[in-house]
Structures are given as C-alpha cells and as structure tokens.
C-alpha cells in the first residue's frame, strides 16, 4: 500500500515542480502581494484613529468637543474588550467612553497616543470635565504582521482547492484516473497520495514566503513555530479535503473552474485576510465560522500576534479536524474514477 | 486449453441506450482475442465491462474460473484506447510509477527493449510522437508481466509503419504465452493477429470463431471486383452475386473461368480487375448491412 501511495506522490510532485509555470505563480503572488502591501503601508497614515466605545455606529460630533479634533478618524466601538485589544496592539491610538463615567485608554507606549491623549485633555478641559485615564500595554501591530497570516491563509487556500480539486477533475476528464483505476491502486490510496503530495508542497511553499517576509519585512512571530505549523497542517489538509470534495465527480473543468470559485471567493472576502471580521453584524461571523480558512487565519493570528499556545488554538483546531472528516468522507463516498 | 476470461450474459443499459445486450464469450488462454465492430458497436464498452473499470448493469465476468477480482487487477495489462499520461514526468518515470502500482513485476529492461523505448526513456510524455506513445502505453500494460493484456483499439491514429511495428510487438508478446483481447474496426489487424474473432453490432455478438473459419463457413465463392464504368453488358446477364459499391462492382463466383469468359464475352476491359478471396470485411457487410468503419 505504501508504495503504491508512494509511486502516486512522487509523480505528482515531480509534474508539480517541473511545470515552472505554476511553481513561480504560487511563489511569485503571494510574495509580490506582501511586498505590495508592505510598500502600500510602510508610511502611516496621516489621521489618527480613536475608537469611541458606544453601542450606535455613528459617532455624534456633537456629544464632546473632541469628537471636533480635525485629523482624527472616530471609530464607533461596541465591544470594551476588542477596543482594548486594538488599543494594546496600536490599532487604535486612544479608546475613548464619553458614557456616565468618562474614561480613556491609552497605551503608554504608543507615540500617536501620546499626541492625541494630549488633544483629548486640551478639549475636555475646554469642556470643564474631567475624565479618567486607564494604560494599555502592548506592542505594535503593523499591518504587514496582521495581514500576513492571511495572505499566507489564502495561499494555502487556493493551491489546495485549485491544486487538488482542479488537477483531479483534470485527471478524470483526461482518462488518467480510469488507467489507474484498472491498476490495483485503491481509491484511498489515490486520495492519501494527493492529500500527501499538495501538503508537502504547500508546506514547501509557505515555509519559503514565510521564511522572506521574516527576513526582509520583520514580521511579528510571538508564539511557537510547532504551533503554527500545526494550524498550517490542520487549515492545509481541511482545504485539500474540501477540494476533493468538489472534484469528487465533476467531469468537466468548466465547471469545476466555477465551482471552486464559488468556494474560494466568499472565503477571501469574509474570512479575515484582508480586514478584521471584529465589527462585521453576528450574521457575516456566523457565514464565515462555516469556512475553514476563518478558523485557520483565527488560529494563526492568535499564535503568530498574541502568542497563543496549543490550548489556546484547540476549538479552531478541533473545528478543522472536524471539518476534515466530513470533507473526506462525503468526498470518499462520492468519488468517481471515470465520466459516466 | 484452460479458459483464461469469460463474459456471462452481460448487459449495460444507459439511459435510453442497450450498449451491450446479453454478450458472452470465452476466451481461451495464451490466444489472441479479437473483438470486432464499427464505432458505437459496444466493444469498447464490453471490454470496459471485463476490465473491471464500468460496472455491468448484470451479468458477470470470470477470471480462471472465479469472479474477477483483486487476483485479475494484478495480473491483467490494459491498454485503453485514449489515455492521457501525467505532462512534465518522463518515458522511465511513468514506466516505474506503474510498475511500482503492482506486486508482480516485468523485469523492466525486457519491457522497454520489448516495446522499442530505450531511446526515450528520458523524453518527457508530453514530446512522443503518435506510434511512440502507443508503445509506452503498451509498455505501461506490461509492467506487471501480466498473463492476459486487453488492446482497446491500439493502432487507430497510427501511420501504416507504425501500425506495422505495432502488429510485431503484438505477436511477441502473444508468443511469450500471454492473452491477448484486443479491439479494433481494421479487419487486417485482425486477420492478422486473432486467432478468434467475434463481431458485434448495436450491443450483440453476431457470429464467433477462427477468421478461416467463419470465412469457410460463410463463404465457398471468389470476388472478381471490376470498375463499374469497365462493365459493358447487363449486370443481370452474369447469373452471380452482383454488389456495386463506391464505383465497383464486386460479382461473386464459384466458377472464375466460366465468369471471365462471360465477361468477356460482353466487351468488358479486364486490365483494372482484381480476383480475390471474401475477408472479414465482407463477412461483416453480409452480416449488418454496413461497413465496419462506418
């Protein structure tokens, strides 16, 4: 049995890194994408930003004479504790709660904050009140950090459904499944040397753009390296599965094409690598708790930015895992070797 | 001679469609087997069945005496008749991948010296020529050193020197004892390689046996085949079998001498005619109606 899988992952391997083509394109975008951002980004925006903790998402400029400061972005905030996360991660300069008891947060070691906590003083001493400070410590987030985890996520993302899926459907149309199919190769065979073959490669890749923006951008790792190899192994094999899922019996490349963009699509835009799901309504949480690349980019924020261990990353994990073998199984059950 | 493979009552019904109807066959070990019949015949679609790749709407397909199962997956080499091979992976490699699929093993020096491709080992799949790749396919069919090869239509798309060196790697792997099914709508191939025949059209077996065999049983005349615009008199005066097809006419005779003086009897210009035994083709017209490569 081992060799047989062995025999199947080594051939796809080989076409995979001789075809130049799609080798560079898998290299080049998600590296070209992070160097654009980072170039997009290296100079910080000219405003500052101050979240105003209240539950309405339009701020009032009437309510303080602060909430007149020219150059400040105000950005409603209903939920404390994610505010103090923004504001321990230099997201946002100042959190500020106008309520019954007037306070602020600031994070002592953010320069921005230092100005803009100056400005909230000058105006509310204007106003002849008198609010109440609170410190949040933390370190900066640029980012290149924050946003790395996703470009990385939605790599992963399109070489496994696009990689395995499109490949398999491309397999079976062409008659290559139906000659292994009258070889003794099983179909599990076939499967764990695709999930195999795609995992390494993937790991292979990650490992290389991971490796370049550490080295020429300084991205933020605070937690273990083991984890979040972990999150990458767990996120990688449910996207392979949801792929085979998806390839199981289409016959035609068109339409796996359009199947497989009608997964990935919705997953680039509401799973987090572009902006924080933090402020999205319940409902759009609640659509993209279904995607697994939510639960991947979740998971490796919280190592690669806050540190996190395995305990920490477990529900995601779990929900990946769980993912995994619904995936593999309906696609195991469904999988055609040859178009009818 | 013990049976090597058996078709038992075999149907495969697709919506709307009967592409095999109650097909049965044996085949006998260590001979070629030929399988005959125009496109949409249901050959392809039989020897799928047997193959173990199409599941059978019934019926059932023995292998020395015992359902086919795991034992015939590891024994029998198939060539189908379009098979894509993986771009970027070389002549050795694909050979070894394959061969790496089975627990019995052709020693694979004899197979690429067998199949003529020491000279493309390195080549990649995607660089073959039509007849090249013809003859990894046929190597990748035996990399398991198998005991009986299925050939679904292997020289179609081929020049006439392909086909030809075809047909000799055929009768060598034939000559080591090993069965060989093979399918093909080119009645010299088969003539040539087949030991048996059956000919099948819209999903039945219509006749089976030996090529001489079936060609005495059916026939005892000769064709005399003229060009139509040649003939002087009344087709009807010659007293034999007449067909006119595509601007000749083929008159069937059990006394030549006695057709040629007639013929020449009535002015008829000899120099473009041909005298020649009835053959397969023949004997699948008289049996459907049409051409096999129609």
């Not at chain 2, 399918?183 to 088969?190: C, F, I």
């Not at chain 2, 699948?284 to 051409?291: E, M, P, V, Y």
Request: aromatic share 8%; hydrophobic share 45%; net charge neutral.
């Amino acid at each position: 049995m081992l060799k047989r899988i062995y025999a199947i992952f080594r051939a796809r391997n080989l076409e995979f890194f001789r075809d130049r083509g799609t080798l560079s394109w898998n290299i080049i975008l998600p590296v070209a994408l992070m160097f654009g951002l980072s170039f997009i980004f290296s100079s910080d925006r000219p405003e500052y930003t101050v979240g105003v903790l209240q539950q309405a998402t339009s701020i009032d400029k009437s309510g303080h004479p602060f909430l007149a400061s020219r150059y400040i972005d105000f950005v409603a905030v209903q939920d404390l504790e994610a505010g103090l996360h923004r504001v321990a991660r230099h997201q946002l300069d100042l959190l500020v709660d106008f309520g019954a008891a007037p306070r602020y947060w600031v994070n002592p070691d953010s320069p921005k904050g230092y100005f803009v906590e100056f400005a909230l003083l000058q105006a509310d001493s204007a106003a002849g009140k008198q609010m109440t400070k609170s410190q949040v410590e933390g370190d900066a987030v640029r980012y290149v950090d924050w946003v790395l985890p996703g470009i990385l996520g939605m790599n992963v993302m399109f070489s496994s459904l696009f990689g395995v899926g499109y490949v398999v459907v491309r397999y079976r149309k062409n008659g290559f499944l139906k000659r292994l199919r009258a070889t003794p190769l099983r179909a599990i065979e076939f499967v764990i040397a695709q999930v195999s073959s795609r995992l390494l490669l993937i790991l292979t890749i990650t490992s290389f753009v991971y490796a370049g923006t550490r080295f020429f951008l300084h991205t933020r790792m605070d937690g273990s390296h083991l984890v979040l190899l972990t999150v990458l192994l767990a996120g990688s094999i449910s996207m392979i599965s949801l792929g085979l899922l998806v390839a199981a019996r289409v016959t035609s490349e068109e339409l796996a094409g359009g199947l497989l963009n009608m997964v990935t699509w919705p997953m680039m835009m509401l799973s987090g690598v572009w902006f924080s799901l933090e402020a999205a309504t319940p409902w759009i949480q609640n659509l993209a708790a279904v995607f697994p690349l939510t639960h991947m980019l979740d998971a490796a924020r919280a190592v690669m930015l806050d540190g996190a261990g395995f305990t920490e990353i477990m529900p995601q994990i779990g929900m990946l895992a769980g993912m995994s073998v619904v995936f593999l199984g309906l696609g195991a059950v469904t999988f055609r070797w040859h178009p009818r | 001679m013990q049976i090597a493979l058996e078709a038992k009552n075999l149907i495969k019904q697709y919506p709307g469609v009967l592409a095999v109807n109650d097909v049965s066959f044996a085949v006998r070990e260590g001979i070629c087997f030929g399988l005959l019949g125009p496109n949409g015949a249901g050959k392809t679609t039989t020897v799928e069945i047997m193959e173990g790749v199409t599941p059978a709407s019934s019926g059932e397909v023995w292998y020395y005496g015992a359902p086919a199962g795991k034992r015939f997956r590891e024994e029998a080499g198939i060539q189908f008749q379009n098979t894509a091979l993986q771009d970027f992976i070389t002549v050795g490699e694909t050979l070894q991948m394959f061969r790496s699929l089975y627990d019995r093993k052709a020693d694979i020096a004899h197979v690429i010296e067998q199949c003529s491709l020491g000279d493309l080992l390195d080549r990649d799949n995607r660089k073959l020529s039509g007849g090249q790749r013809q003859r990894l396919l046929l190597a990748v069919a035996l990399v398991n050193k198998p005991r009986l090869v299925f050939l679904d239509e292997p020289t179609t798309g081929l020049d006439p020197q392909a086909r030809r060196n075809f047909w000799d790697l055929v009768k060598n792997i034939r000559a080591e004892g090993t069965t060989v099914i093979l399918t093909t709508h080119y009645m010299e191939e088969a003539e040539i390689l087949c030991d048996e025949i059956a000919i099948m059209d819209s999903g039945k077996i219509l006749t089976q046996g030996s090529p001489v065999d079936l060609l005495k049983q059916h026939y005892k005349n000769t064709i005399i085949e003229l060009p139509i615009d040649a003939f002087a008199g009344d087709l009807r005066d010659l007293e034999h079998r007449v067909l006119e097809t595509q601007g000749i006419i083929e008159i069937e005779t059990n006394n030549v001498n006695d057709s040629l003086r007639k013929l020449a009897a009535v002015s008829t210009e000899l120099n473009h005619m041909k005298i020649r035994q009835p053959n397969l083709e023949d004997l699948f017209l008289d049996l459907t109606g049409h051409s096999l490569r129609a």
